[in-house]
């Protein structure tokens, strides 16, 4: 599939593995890049983790592998980090997600790297940053979540800590790695200078964490412990209707004058009309607007919301996704040929003018462009 997207023209040597990485690079795919993958013999163990159509190619893997070509080099051996060497000496972004002791002792750390390539960006994906005591611990999803409070926040909203339904750290994580990388990439652009990036997903779940949650807890001295009280409210939830569920944020001042002017709850008084006023009784006012909502269908909660502009939305299942109108209306998802036949993938959640970006194509079975690179890298020899 022809490259396109504003990424196109530019080659990245993947060494990463799970999602935080790969998540990064499949975004850089998308949007034009030439991502080759670089697996161990047994693959990259994402491939295993999820159902798929056939040994090796779970959807999870599918998903943040999409386009991308995969080469099995063991780094162990000399062939293998030969081969590695060649790819370095011809890319614009090495990127992995091995701890900073493994990937030097494989020989590929920054000053390795940089001295077959120096304009280069390393990108470093890493569990913890390394100038902190944590530096060399092993880092997944579940324990970033507990490291940088998600837990803790749901026992305040539910009663029980638990982790938020989605591997939010690592998509997070990747994501920032990705505006990371570019960024360097644009230094490059204007200077020719390459760099070492590094990001580490506990260093970017505590910024992430910490947007609202800062709270009284940024100033010195401190005003109030840290927590956003709104966000932490053990009545923030989905509202119960008649028949259902709905999710309403009946919020500024327009907002909840419109509410009240609609429905005329009993309980509506000057001691709720300002957002200063919500916010210091925030638990009160939610619990208050749960025994209104129990009293209509959620269709006519929708309906009411729609005619004034208040932000609404029914609680929708995972497979509903698959056959919302307004993603169809706007092409997201997009269809793919594959050796185990159309593969349904979410596109890219962005649009430009000029360089659109587009689903890749399928992602790589282990191993699948081990000769096509290695033709590649002779012609290279024999050009030069």
């Not at 999409?66 to 162990?76: E, H, P, W």
């Not at 030969?82 to 972004?93: F, H, K, M, P, T």
């Not at 280069?120 to 569990?127: A, D, F, K, L, R």
């Not at 269908?297 to 919301?305: A, C, G, I, M, R």
Request: glycine content about 10%; overall charge negative; hydrophobic content about 40%.
């Amino acid at each position: 599939m022809k490259h396109t997207g504003p990424l196109a023209g530019l080659r990245v040597v993947d060494l990463t593995a799970m999602v935080m990485g790969p998540y990064c690079t499949q975004i850089m795919a998308d949007m034009g890049a030439e991502v080759i993958k670089v697996e161990p013999p047994a693959g990259d163990n994402t491939r295993y983790i999820s159902v798929g159509p056939e040994p090796g190619m779970s959807g999870v893997f599918a998903n943040v592998n999409r386009g991308k070509r995969s080469v099995v080099l063991d780094l162990r051996t000399e062939e293998g980090a030969s081969v590695l060497r060649e790819l370095i000496a011809q890319s614009d972004v090495f990127i992995h997600s091995m701890r900073a002791t493994a990937v030097a002792a494989l020989g590929f750390a920054y000053d390795d790297v940089v001295a077959i390539n120096p304009s280069i960006i390393y990108t470093n994906c890493y569990g913890y940053g390394r100038g902190g005591p944590d530096s060399g611990l092993t880092a997944y999803d579940d324990t970033i979540q507990a490291e940088c409070g998600l837990p803790y926040v749901q026992e305040q909203l539910t009663g029980e800590a638990g982790y938020v339904g989605t591997i939010i750290a690592d998509k997070v994580a990747g994501m920032t790695a990705l505006y990371a990388t570019t960024m360097a990439l644009y230094h490059r652009e204007r200077t020719g200078e390459g760099q070492e990036v590094e990001v580490a997903m506990f260093e970017t779940m505590a910024a992430f964490m910490l947007v609202e949650h800062a709270g009284g807890a940024m100033f010195d001295p401190p005003l109030a412990p840290a927590g956003y009280p709104r966000a932490v409210s053990p009545n923030r939830k989905p509202y119960r209707t008649k028949d259902g569920h709905i999710s309403a944020l009946v919020y500024n001042d327009k907002q909840w004058a419109a509410f009240i002017d609609a429905v005329n709850p009993a309980w509506a008084g000057e001691h709720y009309a300002t957002l200063e006023q919500r916010a210091r009784q925030i638990d009160t006012v939610y619990g208050l607007l749960a025994e209104t909502f129990a009293e209509r269908t959620t269709q006519e909660w929708l309906d009411l919301f729609r005619s004034r502009d208040i932000p609404a939305a029914p609680v929708r299942t995972l497979d509903e996704l698959f056959d919302n109108p307004h993603l169809e209306a706007v092409g997201f998802f997009e269809e793919v040929d594959s050796p185990n036949g159309p593969v349904r993938f979410p596109g890219p959640p962005t649009w430009f003018s000029r360089t659109p970006g587009r689903v890749a194509g399928p992602a790589p079975r282990l191993g699948a462009h081990n000769d096509d690179v290695r033709d590649e890298l002779d012609q290279t020899r024999r050009n030069t």
